[in-house]
C-alpha cells in the first residue's frame, strides 16, 4: 500500500522505488547492537555505517536504539517497523534510501528496567552513544542515560552475559576514556564493579563526522515525494561521512570497516584535527552569523569576508596547533570543510549549533587558545570567536532581536552577566571567571583578555557583519 498518506512499513516497501530500499532484509538480523540516543546524527551515521556492515559482511548487529527522552521518534519508527529514510543532499542532487537496521526500540523514561536487561543480554556485545558534549560531566543533564548505562553493566556482570564495547560517538576529545571515566566514578564504592568492567568492558575512542541538521518539514516532505509515503523519522544529511574507530571489541563487532569506517589504533590525531577545525569553525561561524542575523551557517559563510576570516583562523591557529594523521593534509581538509559548509542545500541552522556553546567550546576553541598561547603566538582570531560567544550568550542579535540562551550553565552565564562590571572590559572580565568554560591560563592572560574586550566593543558598536567586512 502507497499513497502520500499512507506511513513507511513493510508493505510499503515493494512499492518504493528500488534505489530507495533498504540494503538488507528489514528484522532479518539479530540484536547484536544498543545504541543511546535516538537523535539524528545516529540515524544519519552509526544505523547507515551497520546497515552497511550486515548487508556486506552479515552478522547479527541489529541495533536496539534507545530514546531517552521524547517519545515522537520512537513511536513514528514503531508506527513504521522500524524504518526510516535519510536522505543525502548535494548541491544539486539527493539520494534518499530506507535503513532497516534497528530491530527494537526502547523509550527509556518508560522503560528503564528494559535498557538495563538489555544491557544485560548475552546477544548485546556492543553499546553505541550518542548523548551530545553535555552528557561527559558528572550530573550531567543525560545523567541518568549513563546512569542507566552503569545499571546495565552491573546487571550484565550479575548476569555473566560476556564482554561488551561501549562506544562514544560524541564530540568530545578521547571521548571513549571520557566516558570510562565517567562510568568509573559512577561504581567508585564497589570494587568487585570495577573489577568486572576492567576485565570485560572496553572504551573504544571514536571520531565521528557527518553534517546531519536538525529535520525540518521540508526533509519530510521531500522525503515523502520520493518515496510515495510518509516518513515521520526521516533525516537529511550531507553525503560526506567519517569514522574513525579505535579497534578494541572483546566480543566481536559489526564489520564497519566494510561500510568506509577506519579501525585504529589511536583515535587521537583524528579527534584534534575534526574538533579543532569543523566544530570549531562551525561554532565560530554560529556566533557571528546568529549575531549577524543569518539562519544556516551556508548563509553566514556568504558574508562579506566571512569565508577570509575562517581561512585565516584556521591557517594561522588551528592548524599549526595539529598533529595530523599520517596521510593527511590539513589544510586541504581544512578547505574540504568550509566547501561542505557552503552546501546550499543543507539548512544548518546557526541557532542549533550555537546551544551548548560552554561544553563546546573547550574543545572547539580553547584548546587550540591555549597551544597556540603557549608557541608564544597571538591569537586575534579565535579571540574574535570568544567575543561572538560573549555577545551572543547577552542574548541580542544585532538587530535588536532576541537569541535564545539554551545551555546547561545558562544560569551561571547569566548571573555572571547580572554582576559584571560596565562595559565590554567588565563583560569579559565577568565571563571569563567561569572556570568550566575557560582554564585560569586562559583567563589570565592579559594579551589575550586585550584581544577579547577589543573584538566585543567592535561587535557591539557595529555587529558581526561589519566586523568581518572590515577585516
Ligand atoms: C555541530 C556538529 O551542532 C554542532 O555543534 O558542530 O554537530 C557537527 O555538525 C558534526 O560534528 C559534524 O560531524
Redesign the pocket.
Known sequence: MTGPRALLGRTALAGLPAECRPLIEPGAAGPGVVHLGLGAFFRAHQAIYTEEAMASAGGDWGIVAVAPRSRAVHDALRAQDLMFAVASTAARRTDVRVVAALTGVVHAAGDPDGVVALLADPRIRVVTLTLTEKAYVPAGETAVITGLLTRGLLARARADAGPLAVVSCD?LPGNGARLRELIGRTVRADTRAQEWIAGNVTFPGTT????VPAVTPGTLDLVRERLGVTDLAAVRAEPYRQWIIEDAFPHGRPAWDRAGAVLTADTGPYDELKLRT??GL??SLAYLGALAGRATIAETLALPQARVFAELLLAEEILPTLTPPEGIDPAAYGRSVLDRFANPAIHHRTL??ATDGSH?LPARIVRTVLDRRAQGAPTPWAALVVAAWMRFVQGTADDGRPLPLDDPLADRIRSALATAGPGPAGVVAALLDLRAVFPSEFAHDTTLRKLIVGWLTTLTRRGAAATLAGM
Request: proline share 0%.
Open positions: 564530540n565521528v563526522d557527518r553534517i569543523l566544530n562551525h561554532s542549533q549549533i563546546k
